[in-house]
């Protein structure tokens, strides 16, 4: 369940804190595929199963872009920031994939407050975003998110 802060000025005195984890999310073959469709990326290590299953990985893995994508599904399911008029996704700071997401992998984010300041009449927050592989010690992706909240 996700932590409701009901103004984006709740940030201020979270900066250190672990927010939490999503749930977890089965990466299948289909959404693999939908993503390279909608990219235009048919890297055979994603698309090809029977290529991929000889390959370094054995099987298909999952785009490192549709891995960064899903920071946005598990982000709502971690926090909740009300109270604002708009809510904007600015950008993100260091991206990394330190493990492959393999066809059938479970995934889950987890979050943690590193920084937040007001800015321009909005609160800034810049989010460590750690993607996670079930049974895996390294994680597919660790990413700061950096979003704006306009408040009402």
Known sequence: MAMVLQTPFELLDKIGLHLGYSEWLEIDQNRINKFAEATGDYQWIHVDENKAATGPFGKCI???????????????????????????????????????????????????????????????????????????????????????????
């Open 62 to 152: 999952a785009h490192g872009y549709l891995t960064l994508s899903l920071v946005y599904w598990f982000l709502p399911q971690i926090i909740d920031v009300r109270g604002t008029k708009m809510d904007i996704n600015y950008g993100t700071n260091k991206v990394r994939f330190p493990a492959a997401v393999p066809v059938g992998a479970k995934v889950r984010g987890g979050a943690e407050v590193i920084e937040v300041e007001e800015i321009k009449g909005c609160v800034q927050s810049t989010v460590r975003v750690t993607i996670e592989i079930k049974d895996c010690e390294r994680p597919a992706l660790v990413t700061d998110t950096i979003s704006r909240y306009v408040p009402e």
